[in-house]
């Protein structure tokens, strides 16, 4: 099973960008996928997670700002990121969500640079 991210690069404050993740393998038909970050020096923490019927979930640090969705005919969840932070700045990777194991190979993540 692969997890490929992509979508980052360097935005200013205020700034958006779209995240997109292409999962193989059956990891999409009845798991909640989620997206996680990952800053220098900070452990990996939880973005959004999205379930396979579209509920969504967000810590409040994001709530409002961030939007994770899915499109199972394409094995993708997305995340579309608004009103961009410095604090919002790391690695961003896919993965099951927290509740539903995880794998244990996270991909390369794709890097979310948030700076004026």
């Known amino acids: 099973v692969q997890l490929l991210a992509s979508g980052g690069g360097l935005v200013q404050p205020g700034g958006s960008l779209r995240l997109s993740c292409v999962a193989s393998?059956?990891?999409?038909?009845?798991?909640?996928m989620a997206w996680y970050r990952q800053a220098p020096g900070k452990q990996r923490e939880f973005v959004a997670a999205?379930?396979?019927?579209?509920?969504?979930n967000y810590p409040n640090s994001v709530k409002g700002r961030f939007t994770i969705s899915r499109d199972n005919t394409k094995n993708t969840i997305y995340l579309q990121m608004n009103s961009l932070k410095p604090e919002d700045t790391g690695v961003y990777y896919c993965?099951?969500?927290?509740?539903?194991?995880?794998?244990?190979?996270w991909g390369q993540g794709t890097q979310v640079t948030v700076s004026s």
């Open positions: 993965n099951r969500a927290p509740w539903d194991n995880p794998l244990p190979s």
């Open positions: 393998g059956s990891i999409f038909s009845a798991n909640s």
């Open positions: 999205v379930g396979s019927r579209g509920t969504t």
